[in-house]
């Protein structure tokens, strides 16, 4: 393609944009406020999982060790837990420990306990971390077989909410960014077609002279790209803006509970994930609508 073409059609886009007006504008407020949208409910997605993968790196299930198993027995049934599929980590927590934490856990009245020092009821622990909370039931079941290991406890109905929340996140985020989507390239495509059906007559001139169709529709495609890059820069200075405002309010107030990821490491995502939508379905928009409305 000629650089003479390529500068007619960039010409013609941004002439394009500004004689429609109102409704340029128009689409681009919708471009704005779908994104605004999508950017909301991205980061606050981003945070939710965010919080649901800190509870799932935090939950740990127990893996209590028979009593007969001497020290060395303990120490090698740990170097198999730690080398099983699906485990990040195994802490030892010692039957002493446990004895010493519980005891110095009651206060004065942990004194009572001094005489079950020397025969100590306990067991040895290992606190476990796992990589995936919805392959626990699978790595139990490996962690059972190993030999020296009595008893696991965990929170079945734990790990089952903390799974269904990660998965109703996922799945409604990608319902509500394909409606999003779906809007954005009505609005858009409604604009081209105004733009098309103002310019029928000199589009039917540049087809009878020779023009062909690609050549035609190229500037009505960047069009609709530029209507929504220019939606999604102010989207994103918007989303940014108050993204800043929200955990600068949240930290002040030093709500412990409620953690919110720096916005360092979500402006990428905010950025790109709103250029590249935005961009996206202008072009969509306008393709659609310039294959169905021109005819040439």
Not at 102 to 111: A, I, S
Not at 112 to 127: G, H, I, K, S, V
Not at 154 to 164: C, F, G, P, S, Y
Not at 255 to 284: D, R
């Amino acid at each position: 393609m000629k650089i003479r073409g390529i500068r007619y059609f960039f010409s013609e886009a941004f002439k394009n944009i500004f004689s429609n007006g109102w409704m340029t504008i128009a689409s681009i407020f919708t471009v704005i406020a779908s994104l605004l949208v999508f950017g909301v409910f991205s980061v606050l997605t981003v945070n939710i999982s965010g919080i649901v993968g800190d509870m799932e790196d935090s939950y740990q299930i127990l893996v209590y060790i028979d009593d007969k198993v001497n020290y060395d027995g303990v120490r090698t049934i740990g170097e198999e837990i730690k080398e099983t599929d699906n485990v990040s980590d195994a802490t030892l927590i010692t039957k002493d420990e446990r004895f010493n934490n519980f005891r110095d856990g009651m206060g004065p009245k942990g004194t009572t306990l001094n005489r079950f020092e020397d025969d100590n009821p306990l067991r040895d622990m290992y606190m476990v971390t796992l990589d995936d909370l919805s392959m626990s039931e699978d790595t139990i079941k490996v962690l059972e077989r190993i030999d020296g290991v009595d008893e696991i406890q965990r929170n079945e109905d734990a790990i089952n909410k903390l799974v269904t929340i990660a998965n109703y996140i996922q799945t409604f985020s990608l319902w509500i960014m394909i409606a999003l989507a779906i809007v954005s390239v009505f609005i858009i495509s409604n604009t081209i077609k105004l733009t098309v059906y103002t310019r029928r007559k000199e589009i039917n001139i540049m087809k009878f002279v020779g023009a062909t169709d690609w050549f035609i529709r190229w500037p009505f495609i960047i069009e609709g790209i530029f209507i929504g890059l220019i939606g999604a820069g102010v989207s994103i200075g918007l989303v940014i803006g108050g993204y800043s405002l929200l955990t600068g309010i949240i930290s002040s107030l030093n709500i412990g509970f409620i953690t919110m990821k720096p916005l360092s490491e979500i402006v990428t995502l905010i950025v790109c994930s709103s250029l590249g939508l935005g961009a996206v379905l202008g072009g969509i928009g306008s393709f659609i609508s310039v294959r169905k409305h021109l005819n040439v």
